[in-house]
């Protein structure tokens, strides 16, 4: 073999070589291109009671104790207004990208008051809107009182993450 076909001979599997590593580095940086895109997906978290669907719509009026702990579950707390009422307290946050703050997006507390006989005397489905406590159920925002006093302490709990 002469000089000119080995130097050839050697050039073939160089270039074979440069062209693997071409598309390695291809598709490192498709890869890399991926994770920064996922990593950059933004994120739910839910705090707190999950409601189920429907089952505020299966406890009617004069239901009983123990057919609202059936449907809802444990309560988050329990408190004694004028009778016994039951607590369920949330929160939803969101987080646009992966190394941001939260921004919480929804918080609500359901209460269920019952009478001296444990019998529910009314429902509720407190939130936040234009930064007051508002029933959703009822469409009204409490007035002040003794009710009114006991949530606003679990809205601000709930708004340190």
């Known amino acids: 073999m002469t000089d000119l076909s080995q130097s050839r001979s ?61 449907v809802m579950g444990t309560p988050s707390t329990v408190a004694t207004l004028d009778g016994e009422v039951f607590y369920y307290i949330s929160q939803r946050a969101e987080r646009p990208v992966a190394f941001m703050n939260q921004k919480v997006v929804d918080q609500r507390v359901i209460a269920i008051y019952f009478d001296k006989n444990r019998r529910v005397r009314r429902l509720a489905n407190y939130g936040m809107q234009d930064g007051r406590i508002f029933d959703f159920v009822s469409r009204t925002t409490p007035t002040s009182g003794q009710e009114l006093s006991y949530l606003t302490p679990l809205f601000k709990l709930l708004s340190f993450n």
């Open 10 to 70: 050697r050039g073939r599997p160089h270039r074979g070589l440069q062209a693997r590593w071409k598309t390695l580095r291809g598709l490192a940086a498709a890869a890399l291109v991926g994770v920064t895109l996922a990593a950059c997906t933004g994120e739910q978290f839910q705090k707190g009671y999950i409601l189920p669907p429907g089952a505020l719509e299966q406890i009617p009026i004069g239901a009983s104790q123990d057919q609202v702990l059936i």
